[in-house]
């Protein structure tokens, strides 16, 4: 199963097998794949314009293969992050745009996925001393290039540990607040926080 976030919408890309033997949710949309990749921008585009779904889900009997196709309809962006603990369940966060995010990156030509991670939380929150733990999970969301082309980012989130320190923002990355919050307080938070982070915090809950 992959799960990828379209304008803050879930989309779900599954096997044909587990869709048939579930209960469809209320409010959700569950399609098979016809093998056209037209059907895939009709739904696309219908998740980029509207919030008409809680929740899309297309099933095919290779998902490989639909997930393949899916992605032949974007320009693949390739990022690394990190979520960060201080030693006392405090997660360090960025805040950018009207949103809490996490720390993460485009990963630079010849760069280990890694070493990517820790650049960019190094760069983006000015923590340094990051001990890299063990990869959590894998997020896909799809954005806008300036171009106006679509573009899916595809990040690899791994669990980090720093002390606590001076934390600097990275201004020029539209980051204009860099907070330790506490991993059980963050439902609490006024401001919003992604789709996708949330669904990044869970799996590193449950990891």
């Known amino acids: 199963m992959y799960k990828i976030y379209i304008n803050e919408n879930t989309l779900i890309l599954t096997d044909s097998q587990s869709v048939s033997k579930g209960k469809q949710a209320a409010n959700q949309l569950v399609a098979p794949y016809t093998g056209k990749t037209k059907m895939l921008l009709s739904y696309i585009d219908m998740m980029e314009k509207t919030n008409r779904f809680d929740s899309v889900i297309i099933h095919h009997q290779n998902p490989k293969l639909l997930l393949k196709d899916f992605e032949s309809l974007f320009t693949v962006v390739k990022a690394s992050g990190g979520v960060v ?100 307080k963050i439902s609490a938070l006024k401001e919003p926080i992604f789709k996708n982070i949330n669904n990044v915090i869970e799996k590193y809950m449950d990891s």
Do not use: C
């Not at 799809?142 to 171009?147: A, E, P, Q, R, S």
């Not at 595809?154 to 990355?173: D, G, H, N, S, V």
């Open 85 to 184: 603990n201080d030693g006392k369940d405090n997660i360090l966060f960025i805040f950018r745009r009207g949103f809490w995010d996490l720390p993460k990156g485009k990963i630079d030509s010849g760069e280990k996925k890694k070493a990517a991670a820790i650049r960019e939380v190094e760069e983006e929150t000015g923590i340094s001393d990051i001990s890299l733990l063990k990869k959590v999970h894998t997020t896909r969301h799809t954005y806008k290039l300036k171009n106006g082309k679509r573009a899916i980012k595809k990040t690899f989130w791994y669990a980090m540990t720093a002390p606590k320190q001076k934390l600097t923002p990275q201004i020029e990355e539209d980051i204009t607040e860099v907070k330790w919050i506490n991993l059980y």
